[in-house]
């Protein structure tokens, strides 16, 4: 934190974080770690479906306890020098992948497809005790949340996601992801749902029907375009009336400035140097609107 | 806070995202390494796994 140079509305945070299916090791799927992320073993068997009782979160379990340690620590080093975000939770179809494996859940779409809908929602309470508990510890000193995406609200906000999503089509999506979506929209005060690569834009036209959905993080990925190769993406957007969050490159900023409404939309920028970020941050308020 | 000066003004920008009323210019969120970096600590962990659940070598 301290090698790093904040521009803009960039601020010093961190994030407690044992990797993207901490969720599901808090149902029984032991964590394996690697250098940069971890992954869960898919515990959930073929059986376990076929006579499939609802899961219960393991609030006393070696993972959560080591979470809520984590999260008190930072809570106490951090405060009045950065902010602590609610760590990165995986609910609903991201959960089962973790549970199942990608290969078995998309065999489950076919043989069990009452299975996943059905087993998303029952893991929802485990995500709402969960959220509540990370986001009451992390605002001991610190007013409002933040998570790993890097935005900060006044109230509880969380990321919405469904990686799940590039591998099922849209009436897939609407049958058996769109109930717990819109349960956790429900639940929070905002979210940004994180779109994950070209394959899930099959979605997009339905993510921005719904009406608690706040705007979307695109993420195009690695070997793709980048952002300023994405305007129609971010257009269509930005003209259903909802906030964008994107990775820019430096290359990117003045395409995007010229050619997107500011109102709602972030840019993240990694630059090489601080006189980059500085001329960046310049850059953007030359571009300035007049405001009357 | 510490790390950043002036949070008052940074949040009421972040209101005014979450409000699509941040009329002026986009939420900028610009990182960069500094241009003088101080040492991280080493990591003397035998797995990564201790590396990964050693709370205080993570906040440091």
């Known amino acids: ?292 | 806070m510490r790390y950043c000066e002036n949070w008052e003004h940074i949040s009421q920008r972040y209101l005014a995202y979450w409000a699509r009323e941040n009329h002026d210019r986009p939420i900028l969120n610009i990182r960069a390494p500094r241009d003088k970096r101080v040492p991280l600590p080493a990591s003397h962990h035998a797995t990564l796994e201790q590396r990964w659940l050693d709370t205080q070598y993570q906040l440091d």
């Not at chain 1, 930072?74 to 990608?102: C, E, N, S």
């Not at chain 1, 069990?112 to 969960?130: E, K, V």
């Not at chain 1, 469904?162 to 819109?182: G, K, Q, R, T, V």
Request: charged share 20%; aromatic share 12%.
């Open chain 1, 1 to 292: 934190m301290q090698n790093t140079y904040f521009a803009g509305e960039a601020y010093a945070m961190y994030f407690p974080n044992l990797g993207p299916d901490f969720f599901a090791a808090c149902y029984g799927a032991p964590l394996t770690y690697g250098e940069t992320t971890s992954w869960s073993a898919h515990v959930w068997r073929d059986e376990d479906v076929q006579n499939y009782t609802p899961p219960a979160l393991d609030t006393q379990g070696f993972y959560y306890q080591k979470m809520l340690e984590m999260t008190r620590a930072a809570v106490q080093d951090a405060r009045d020098k950065y902010l602590v975000g609610v760590t990165d939770i995986h609910p609903g179809a991201d959960a089962l992948v973790a549970l199942r494996g990608p290969q078995q859940l998309c065999m489950d779409t076919v043989d069990y497809p009452d299975f996943i809908a059905r087993a998303a929602m029952d893991l929802l309470p485990g995500f709402q005790r969960m959220f509540d508990d990370l986001f009451a510890l992390s605002t001991t000193y610190q007013q409002g949340s933040t998570t790993w995406m890097g935005i900060w609200h006044p109230g509880r906000w969380y990321v919405t996601s469904c990686d799940f999503c590039c591998m099922i089509s849209p009436a897939m999506f609407e049958d058996m992801i769109l109930e717990e979506l819109n349960a956790e929209l429900d639940f929070l005060d905002a979210s940004m749902f994180h779109l994950d690569g070209p394959g899930a834009l099959k979605h997009l036209d339905r993510l921005l029907e719904l009406p608690k959905l706040k705007g979307i993080q695109w993420v195009y990925g690695d070997g793709q375009p980048t952002a300023a190769h994405w305007l129609d993406v971010l257009r269509k957007i930005q003209n259903a009336g909802k906030m964008i969050q994107v990775n820019a490159t430096p290359e990117d900023l003045p395409v995007l400035l010229e050619n997107l409404k500011p109102e709602g939309v972030m840019y993240n920028i990694y630059a090489p140097d601080e006189d980059t970020a500085r001329r960046l941050l310049h850059l953007a308020d030359a571009h300035r609107k007049i405001l009357y």
